[in-house]
């Protein structure tokens, strides 16, 4: 059975069913950004119709496990990196139970394994590339993981004349004034080339959804990741948000999560949002910047967040 680089939801279907959840033999070539919860759905849509997946995942995280591990270790956040092992793990394995499994006691009390797990492999490996190779070999992912930058970062932005430093802070002051001018510190970070060269060889570069601005802008600000997605030959798609993260989006509508990468210079030629959804889009406002937009059904019935099948057939659909 072959299948080429686009089609329909119905050839979907037959992706799905004759390979289930691995990538297609001549599928696309996907590289998503992101981090979190939002990266995760992305990377599960992906893997439906993709022949290559390449996470690029925020390492700005400075809350929970997380950020204890950072302040004892200064390692790299590895809770967003665990977060895409596992949704690109083998479904039919432990680990993408195993990888998400929190220890609910004594010192480790919070920790998450997959955070353990790729600390500890980093140590004794000497690097995270070679870390999170080494557990995507083990849990069977579909694709490769990488960081966004090689180094320790903090994340800040400007809120309200104010300028606020650290993942967490500026989500919990996103709800008293606008944010901007998001960037990472130290300023001149570098991006793994591997990432690199992911990002100037895909068919389509996705972006979102996720915390808009502490997760999607953490990962596209490193300046040699802006630069490559300005460059690329790929169709780059900003996966709107389905609601407000409140506080760190209070107030923003649909077009406003567009005009947020648009303000720090993310290129993005098409924003794929839910038509049936709370967050209005102004499409005139939207062509005028230059971008794209395309409306349909993205939400889980019954649910606040993306349906990963619908997510798929769109994304699939957009190739064509």
Known sequence: MTFGRTGSSTDLDALSAAF????MP???????????????????????YAGSITAIVSVADDGGSSGRLRR????????????????????ESVWPDALEHRFAAGELEGHAVGNLLLVGLAEALGSWSAALAEVGRIVGAVGQVLPATVDPVVIKAEIGGDEVAGQVAIQQRGGSGPIHGVHLVPDDVSAPPAALQAIMEADQVLLGPGSLFTSVLAAVVVPEIRTAIALTGARVIQIANLLTEDPETAGLDGTDHLLALLEHRIRVDTFLYDRSGPLAVNQ?????????????????PGAGAHDAERLAAALLDLLS
């Open 20 to 23: 289930g959840l691995g990538p």
């Open 72 to 91: 004892d270790l200064d390692v790299l956040a590895p809770g967003d990196l665990r977060k895409a092992l596992a949704a690109l793990a083998d479904r």
């Open 284 to 300: 005139a406002y939207v062509f005028e910047h230059g971008v794209m937009p395309v409306a349909v059904d993205l939400a889980a």
């Open 26 to 48: 001549d599928g696309p070539r996907v590289v998503a950004l992101g981090g979190g919860h939002g990266l995760a759905i992305a990377l599960r849509a992906a893997r439906r």
